[in-house]
C-alpha cells in the first residue's frame, strides 16, 4: 500500500512556487490515500476555499491535504445511513482463492496461541472486560457475504462468520452514545471507527471465513468485518478493543490515509 510523500519539489533557490505546490497537491490528491467524496465536484482552488487554507509553502499543502481530509470524512459521516446495508452475494461468487493483503508478507503473519488468547476490553464499558476465545465462540452467531474492497484499487467476494458487533457492544454495556471504538492488534496494527458503524447490522466480529474456523492469514483469532469500510478499516488478529470519546486514530490514518474510509 503506498505511503503518503511527506516530500515535495523545492526550486534551486530552495522555496516553492505556487505552481510547484499545485502541482504536488493535485498528485497528492490522486493517489489512494487521499481519494475524496465528491473530488470531481470540486476544483483544487475550490477546496482551498473551503478549507481555508492558503498554499504558500509545503507545511500549508501539508495543512490543506489534512484539513480536506478531515472534510472528506465529515462529509462521509454525514451521509452514512446507519440502515442502508452493503451488497451480499451468492456463494458461486466468493472469490477463491481470497487474496491475502497485509503491510508484509504472508511469512509474517502473527500466529496467535488460542489456549491463552484473552480478548481485553476497555473504557466506556460496564459488563465483561476479558474474553477468552471459547466464551465468544459461544455468542450469537450469523454470516454474510460480501465485498471486500482495497484503497488499492482490487476487490474480492467472501464469506464472513461471527457475531453482530452492535450486539456485542451492548452485552459487554458500551456506552453506544460514545463517539469511537478502538482495537489493538497481534501485530503493531491498530484502528478505530466511528459507533454509527460499529452499531452497522453488517458489522461483525468475525471467527471463521468460508465456513472453517479464521485462517491467519485473514485474521485468526478475529477481525472487524466491515462491508460499509474499506479494507484497512478492516483490523485483523485483535486483541483489545475499548470505547472512547477521545479520537484514536490508525495506523495507515495516522500516515495520511481518511479516518472514515467508507467504501
Known amino acids: 500500500m503506498d505511503k ?3 516530500k515535495l519539489p523545492e526550486k534551486a533557490a530552495g522555496k516553492l512556487d505556487r505552481e510547484s505546490i499545485l502541482i504536488d497537491a493535485r498528485r497528492e490528491l490522486s493517489i489512494p490515500s487521499r481519494r475524496l467524496f465528491g473530488k470531481q465536484l470540486l476544483s483544487l482552488g475550490g477546496l482551498s476555499l473551503l478549507t481555508g487554507c492558503s498554499l504558500t509553502d509545503d507545511d500549508s499543502v501539508n495543512k490543506f491535504l489534512t484539513a480536506v481530509s478531515r472534510l472528506n470524512d465529515r462529509a462521509q459521516a454525514a451521509l452514512f445511513d446507519p440502515k ?11 472469490t477463491r482463492p481470497f487474496p491475502f493483503n497485509a503491510y508484509y ?4 503473519v502473527p500466529q496467535v ?4 488468547y484473552t480478548l481485553k476490553i476497555g473504557g466506556l464499558v460496564t459488563g465483561q472486560r476479558v474474553w477468552t476465545l471459547p466464551e465468544l465462540y459461544a455468542l450469537p452467531h450469523a454470516e454474510q ?6 484503497v488499492e484499487g482490487w476487490s474480492a467476494i467472501g464469506r464472513w462468520g461471527g457475531t453482530p458487533f452492535g450486539e456485542f457492544l451492548r ?6 452514545s460514545a463517539k469511537y471504538v478502538g482495537f489493538k492488534c497481534a501485530d503493531d496494527y491498530y484502528e478505530s471507527i466511528d459507533m454509527p458503524t460499529a452499531l452497522h447490522p453488517q458489522t461483525l466480529l468475525t471467527f471463521s471465513y468460508d465456513g472453517e474456523r479464521l485462517p491467519a492469514k485473514y485474521g485468526f483469532p478475529m477481525k472487524l468485518r466491515m462491508p460499509t469500510k474499506l479494507g484497512y478499516k478492516n483490523p485483523k488478529h485483535i486483541v483489545e478493543m475499548f470505547v472512547t470519546n477521545t479520537y484514536p486514530g490508525g ?3 495516522d500516515q495520511g490515509y481518511n ?4 467504501s
Do not use: K, M
Request: proline letters at 5%; one cysteine or more.
Open 4 to 6: 503518503p510523500s511527506d
Open 84 to 94: 442502508q446495508l452493503a451488497p451480499t452475494y451468492t456463494e458461486a461468487q466468493i
Open 105 to 108: 508478507g504472508i511469512d509474517e
Open 113 to 116: 496461541d488460542a489456549s491463552g
Open 145 to 150: 457475504i460480501t465485498r471486500h474492497i482495497c
Open 171 to 176: 452485552r459487554i454495556g458500551a456506552d453506544t
Open 251 to 253: 495506523y495507515w490514518v
Open 259 to 262: 479516518w472514515f474510509g467508507g
